[in-house]
């Protein structure tokens, strides 16, 4: 028994000491970059050079001995990217913790509502879209078709190298009949000729945003939110109609 106390008492002090090592160099790191907010600091392959993990999901190298600042990628000799790799993982954890921070209210504030069939049950999904993207119409398409009881708030993102993208993404919000505007537009590829209106304008503006503060790089993007708690249980990238198929069958 006394020996298992000394033990953990061992164990205790070794974590301790580990816990005021990192501590240290983190304010070491931090010392060199203070106008930088940093996240964490971890060890890199090179000895002495440390990786500063930043709030916006970048990536810094720090060699606080000499006071450097590297930037760019480490690759080993055959070709691999670690930097890039570890900051795909730094990114996805960011967005992970930004995500829990959110709330239903801050999705949907400037969202339009649009239901295909009853309305949600369990899920509720919001959309951010670009009205000129073929992937957006290809989930718009299986809407249409399948009107599922899944309540869609929509959010516009139009893409810079989609060059009717913004205009008809202000004339559907400026018509009374949004469902409507949203088919015509997709039918035909052209304008509908609505008078543009200054709260659409405003709206899109807020719409765009929201997609920049929320890293969204493309369209469409699904946001899933249980009702009963507001809390988002998943996230969708593309056009990816499967998983979508399946928080449909979910929402009973």
Not at 39 to 56: F, M, R, S
Not at 74 to 82: A, F, Q, S
Not at 189 to 201: F, G, P, S, W
């Amino acid at each position: 028994m006394k020996k298992k106390i000394i033990s953990l008492m061992a164990a205790v002090a070794f974590l301790q000491a580990v816990g005021l090592i990192e501590q240290e160099e983190f304010s070491l790191v931090q010392s060199v970059i203070p106008g930088t907010k940093i996240e964490k600091v971890k060890h890199t392959p090179i000895d002495g050079l440390y990786a500063a993990y930043l709030k916006n999901g970048n990536i810094l190298y720090v060699y606080p001995y000499k006071r450097l600042i590297v930037v760019g990628a480490i690759y080993t000799n055959t070709g691999i990217n670690l930097t890039d790799k570890e900051k795909k993982v730094w990114q996805e954890e960011v967005k992970k913790k930004e995500l829990k921070k959110l709330n239903k209210y801050e999705l949907i504030k400037d969202a339009f509502k649009l239901n295909y069939g009853k309305g949600s049950n369990r899920y509720e999904i919001v959309l951010f879209t670009d009205p000129e993207c073929p992937f957006c119409r290809r989930v718009d398409k299986f809407l249409r078709e399948k009107k599922p009881d899944v309540t869609f708030y929509v959010n516009y993102m139009p893409l810079y190298f989609h060059p009717h993208a913004k205009k008809w993404a202000l004339e559907i919000l400026s018509s009374k009949n949004k469902k409507e505007a949203i088919e015509k537009i997709e039918k035909t590829n052209k304008d509908l000729n609505v008078t543009i209106t200054k709260e659409a304008m405003e709206t899109l503006k807020n719409m765009q945003a929201l997609a920049k503060k929320l890293r969204i790089r493309g369209t469409p993007t699904m946001f899933v939110i249980d009702k009963k708690t507001g809390n988002i249980v998943d996230v969708i990238n593309g056009a990816d109609l499967q998983k979508l198929k399946k928080w449909i069958k979910e929402n009973k």
